[in-house]
């Protein structure tokens, strides 16, 4: 089991609003004169935008039913995996049935944000930054209990003051939706984790980038200074040894993205790539519906659709050296780090609570829930002697996109359970956790 201690670590910083391979450093591969990767295809033209789903039912199927990462997977289906995930959180199409509104001030600039009723939605609301909004917690998971997967209806009232916070979301927490079905190795969750570059993600082709000479990623020209010095014709190269489930950042525009195909890679007759034919195509979490537009497509029940993301987003490999970006890739899709079981449990930050003793509420209550992965959301259920559910309850706690515990302290709701404690029903605490495992924490006999 990897060190939570060390994950725990990882400190947040917030995000701008700007539209948000497996190969080491110095390793690089024998390319042929041309090489073109798999174009993506579409069921429909709408590949600039996410989130076209007919029938809500059927994106709800789809997202449920993604596999769980284990280490007999492929490279290949752990990439798959990661890519599936992005999309999957990218294509969550809802209808709200109150309007949303907030502001968020983010680089000096104070930024509105309404959705209205009457509007479908895909992909999880775009923020980040100072302001009521800048908590960054969007996650599918969080929005699951308040959605109605019939009608794809989100019950917004449902969620209450809680509802920025659980709609929230951005460009790396987009895109981290993906690389936390596999992934526990990196810190990585916004901006900040990239000051801890050379230790958490792993470059790809052969750009070098030393700890220490740029100084921290929170720096605007940071990722521009890299490539400043390695070069336009490594860059290039860089680009063209990445894979799908690969990602770029660019520190100049605070932005991730997530390669979702292999690259489309074109050389001259000398081998030498051209910057303007070759092109990626990345999934990616931006602001277009939060702005106002809208696509010449109608739900089933009328309503405009607004996407809040884009699939298969095409640039080329020129776009990308002058945007600033560098390509990454995290432990697990390169066997650097084997691919775990989720688990999750409680106790303190020394000991762990052993399931089965009498526990009383208010020593639960002191206690903390601690995961492998990131921690999505956490249930409450008190069961009678038989099995039955007595009482069952999401306490709505609010993690981070790389959090790996939350105290229980407001989880553990002394007035709806102490009817429940008589020394014969039994209180289980289930976690949801990034890979998309739900695994039970705890179960005890509740005393009285």
């Not at 998971?141 to 209806?153: F, I, S, V």
């Not at 969620?159 to 690389?179: D, F, H, P, R």
């Not at 336009?232 to 390669?259: I, L």
């Amino acid at each position: 089991m990897k060190k939570i201690i060390s994950l725990l670590l990882c400190v947040l910083l917030a995000l701008s609003l700007f539209a948000c391979g497996s190969n080491g450093p110095g390793e690089t591969t024998a390319p042929l004169p041309t090489e073109l990767g798999p174009e993506p295809t579409e069921a429909k033209d709408f590949s600039e935008f996410a989130g076209i789903v007919e029938d809500p039912k059927t994106w709800y199927d789809n997202f449920m039913a993604l596999p769980i990462a284990n280490d007999n997977m492929t490279e290949e289906e752990l990439r798959q995996l990661c890519v599936d995930a992005f999309a999957a959180n990218l294509t969550f199409q809802w209808t709200p049935n109150q309007q949303i509104s907030y502001t968020f001030t983010l680089l000096e600039k104070t930024r509105d944000v309404i959705l209205p009723i009457g509007c479908a939605y895909s992909g999880l609301s775009y923020s980040g930054g100072t302001g009521e909004g800048g908590s960054s917690y969007g996650t599918v998971w969080k929005a699951l209990p308040y959605y109605d997967k019939e009608t794809g209806a989100l019950d917004v009232a449902g969620m209450g003051e809680k509802v920025v916070g659980i709609l929230t979301s951005a460009c790396a927490n987009g895109a981290m939706q993906g690389w936390n079905r596999v992934s526990n190795s990196h810190n990585l969750g916004l901006m900040a984790s990239f000051n801890q570059y050379d230790s958490n993600i792993i470059p790809v082709g052969p750009y070098t980038y030393t700890a220490g000479i740029y100084g921290s990623f929170s720096s605007r020209t940071a990722s521009n200074d890299i490539i400043a010095f390695n070069g336009d014709e490594t860059m290039y190269e860089s680009y063209a040894n990445m894979k799908m489930a690969d990602g770029v950042y660019s520190s100049s525009s605070f932005h991730v993205m997530m390669c979702s195909v292999a690259p489309v890679v074109v050389r001259d007759e000398n081998g030498k790539i051209d910057p303007e034919r070759s092109y990626l195509h990345v999934h990616e979490q931006g602001a277009t519906g939060s702005v106002g537009t809208t696509l010449n497509y109608k739900q089933p029940n009328g309503f405009d659709m607004r996407p809040l993301g884009t699939l298969n987003n095409r640039y080329t490999f020129k776009q990308l050296k002058d945007k600033g970006y560098i390509p990454f890739t995290v432990k697990e899709l390169i066997g650097q780090d084997p691919v775990e079981p989720g688990k999750a449990w409680i106790g303190t930050n020394t000991t762990v609570v052993e399931n089965g003793a009498d526990v009383s509420l208010v020593s639960l209550s002191s206690k903390t829930i601690f995961s492998n992965y990131a921690l999505c959301t956490v249930e409450v259920q008190v069961k009678n002697p038989d099995g039955q559910v007595l009482v069952s309850y999401d306490p709505g706690l609010l993690t981070a996109p790389r959090t790996y515990d939350s105290s229980l302290m407001l989880a553990i709701k002394a007035g709806r359970l102490q009817p429940y404690a008589n020394g014969k029903n039994t209180i289980h605490i289930y976690a949801r956790l990034a890979n998309g495992e739900l695994v039970e924490a705890f179960n005890s006999t509740l005393k009285g």
